[in-house]
């Protein structure tokens, strides 16, 4: 499996931007579309967006769809979610996952979906 480490995260005040990155390593990184996912408190783990292997396709959960951006660059292994006008309802501990999947496909929304995961970083937007 490949192991995914997520950084970037921090305390930001309402209407500011962050972008989490998310590491790959131990397989070939242009085999897997990638997604974050976030866990408020209290609540269970939420898609938030999708990419391909290839970075053609995206896919964005309705409640970020404007703000946040996926994005990867295959050379670096990494995988971006860059995250602007940030609202306090966005605080949680934001996770990458990765999916072995070679089609041009990004529509991978359930955490069923995934195999590999990091171990998450903590977002606070402060109101």
């Known amino acids: 499996q490949v192991q995914l480490v997520e950084s970037g995260g921090g305390l930001v005040q309402t209407g500011g931007s962050l972008r989490l990155s998310c590491a790959a390593s131990?397989?070939?990184?242009?085999?897997?579309?990638m997604g974050w996912f976030r866990q408020a408190p209290g609540k269970e783990r939420d898609y938030v967006a999708s990419?391909?292997?290839?970075?053609?396709?995206?896919y964005y959960a309705d409640s970020v769809k404007g703000r946040f951006t996926i994005s990867r660059d295959n050379t670096k292994n990494t995988v971006y979610l860059q995250m602007n006008s940030l609202k306090p309802e966005d605080t949680a501990v934001y996770y990458c996952?990765?999916?072995?999947?070679?089609?041009?496909?990004?529509?991978?929304?359930?955490?069923?979906?995934?195999?590999?995961w990091g171990r998450g970083t903590q977002v606070t937007v402060s109101s």
């Open positions: 996952a990765a999916r072995f999947e070679t089609s041009s496909s990004s529509y991978y929304t359930t955490d069923s979906q995934y195999r590999s």
């Open positions: 131990g397989r070939t990184f242009s085999n897997y579309a």
């Open positions: 990419i391909s292997w290839s970075g053609g396709s995206t």
